[in-house]
């Protein structure tokens, strides 16, 4: 059974950096489009950032750019999220997702992707 499991999260404060990582079990995701997205709080789950199956195009939602950095090693059957300069606005639990189509128009849609993980908390200090 196709599976993802995020790791990384914890407590920050501001200005600190986290490496968030998603590792896929199960299948091969390397023909994947991977992507993060994030839930606060009473907040609807929004799009953090997308990657294509070879690494080739990036997408992030504006609230994060210039900030994080997706990523992935396909060899590990993994993909990364690099957070600097994080924010008290960027806590929430962060998700891995996956989907078998690399360029869709919703991009940032949570329903278009079909592989979940369970999703991993992120934490930043004042």
């Known amino acids: 059974q196709a599976q993802l499991v995020e790791s990384g999260g914890g407590v920050v404060q501001a200005g600190g950096s986290l490496r968030l990582s998603c590792a896929a079990s199960g299948r091969t995701f390397s023909s994947y489009a991977m992507a993060w997205f994030r839930q606060a709080p009473g907040k609807e789950r929004e799009f953090v950032a997308r990657?294509?199956?070879?690494?080739?195009?990036?997408y992030y939602a504006d609230f994060v750019k210039g900030r994080f950095t997706i990523s992935r090693d396909s060899a590990e059957n993994s993909v990364y999220l690099q957070m600097n300069s994080l924010k008290p606005e960027d806590t929430a639990i962060y998700y891995c997702a996956a989907r078998d189509v690399n360029f869709f128009v919703r991009v940032r849609d949570p329903h278009e992707y079909r592989y979940w993980g369970q999703g991993t908390q992120v934490t930043v200090s004042s």
């Open positions: 990657i294509t199956s070879n690494g080739d195009f990036t």
